[in-house]
């Protein structure tokens, strides 16, 4: 771990974390490339360097060091590197454990048409919004009996109510006119109603903003005829994951842009290279 002494009224003290230990020679350069090039314009930052992925830390029982949690929580921002999750065995995801561990309860991701980079479609300008702390991604499965396997999703009043705040109060800031609430409700009866009433709720504050809700295989089909009829997707976490991956295949990335947003102005950013496991 590096450390510096720095006046905090004088600059930004970020937290960086390059990467997870078992990927650190291939994919941590687009962090350090970033850094170098806050280094380069002068930008007034200093930064803590932090690896997690070594050993379990006992003060949090995960591979996510107490110093690290500490960092985000001290300063408010942070810029994080791959952390890849082994496949049907192994450890937790650190990165679930990350998003529970600081309530990083909102996860948004830009999807834009580059200037000169050309794409099949060249008129995407969306943002995807997904919850991120509970539903399928709670982490909470078990053995019934011998032959089935049982998974919990868990959607709550409280992080329902706080992602689609987040989803309108963005909308509004930044202009947009549309919020769009995905969802599974005709299936999901109990969990993804439950997420709709509270999106609707928030919905009645911001009367200027149109609000609809879209089935989510129907908002696959409609952003590949035409993603120009979104403007910003509110939606549960399993969902959120899945779309904003098609989102990035839109404008021909196989990276995700995103940022995850927390209480008390915590704000962890990322970009997520595909991952190729060797099984």
């Known amino acids: ?33 970033r850094s170098k090039i806050f280094q380069a314009a002068e930008a007034p930052i200093e930064w803590e360097e932090h690896y997690v992925g070594t050993e379990v830390d006992p003060r949090t029982q995960s591979f996510l060091t107490w110093e690290s949690l500490e960092s985000v929580r001290r300063n408010r921002v942070g810029l994080k ?22 309530n990083l309860y909102a996860n948004v991701r830009p999807c834009y048409s580059l200037s ?25 499965e078990h053995l019934v009996v011998r032959g089935v396997v049982e998974s919990i999703k868990i959607i709550t009043r409280q992080a329902s109510i706080s992602v689609a705040e987040y989803a309108f109060h963005y909308a509004k800031e930044h202009g947009r006119k549309r919020v769009s609430a995905i969802h599974k409700a005709n299936i999901m009866q109990k969990t993804d109603d439950l997420f709709l009433k509270c999106c609707r709720e928030v919905a009645e504050k911001y009367p200027e903003i149109t609000y609809e809700e879209v089935v989510i295989d129907n908002c696959c089909m409609m952003l590949v005829k035409n993603p120009a009829l979104f403007d910003v997707l509110v939606m549960p976490n399993l969902y959120g994951d899945i779309i904003s991956d098609l989102c990035a295949g839109l404008i021909g990335l196989d990276t995700k842009l995103q940022h995850w947003r927390g209480r008390y102005l915590l704000r962890l950013y990322m970009i997520q290279h595909l991952i190729l496991l060797e099984r």
């Open 1 to 33: 771990m590096i450390m510096h002494r720095h006046n905090y009224g004088l600059g930004w003290w970020v937290l960086l974390s390059p990467s997870d230990m078992m990927y650190m020679v291939a994919l941590p350069r687009n962090v350090i490339a």
């Open 81 to 102: 590197g791959p952390m890849t999750t082994p496949i049907g065995k192994g450890h937790r995801s650190l990165n679930l454990t990350l998003r529970k561990e600081l």
């Open 116 to 140: 000169g980079y050309k794409t099949r479609y060249d008129n995407v300008d969306l943002i995807t919004i997904h919850e991120n702390t509970e539903g399928e991604y709670s982490g909470l």
